[in-house]
């Protein structure tokens, strides 16, 4: 697969829910690099982070149902893919949720090895993340 096939299909994965694709994606050290300040801002190292802390902090408890994630756009050069995509839903609070995101990827061998996600932190920490009002 080229590495823009892989990231189709990683980012494809995301949209079915299918965990064994989503894992099989990363490599054993890749990395996740997620802006803003936020609960889930910084770099995720390994694999296992990034799945299990890194994207399952996301959605743990956060949506009603999973959110849609729908691929718009997609460029590669070389082993470098920029992938465009919406994510939306409705929190557990009834907030909807609806971001455009793009991630610029590295593939290695076969496998994502580093991603830097871009999108709207501001309205990701309003939404997955309201900071407890106060009386």
């Known amino acids: 697969m080229t590495p823009k096939e892989i990231v189709i299909r990683y980012v494809e994965a995301v949209a079915a829910g299918d965990l064994a694709t989503i894992v099989d994606s990363f490599a ?78 590295t593939v290695r061998d076969g496998k994502i090895a580093a991603v830097r996600e871009y999108c709207d932190t501001g309205h990701a920490a309003r939404v997955l993340f309201p900071q407890p009002t106060r009386p």
Do not use: H, M
């Open 28 to 105: 054993d050290d890749a990395t996740w690099t997620y802006p803003g300040d936020t609960p889930i801002s910084g770099t995720w190292k390994g694999r296992d982070a990034i799945v299990n802390d890194f994207l399952g902090g996301v959605t743990a408890g956060a949506f009603a149902a999973p959110p849609e994630i729908v691929l718009t756009g997609v460029v590669a050069d070389g082993d470098q893919v920029v992938a465009e995509w919406t994510a939306r839903g409705d929190t557990v609070r009834g907030d909807r949720y609806d971001n455009r995101c793009i991630g610029v990827y």
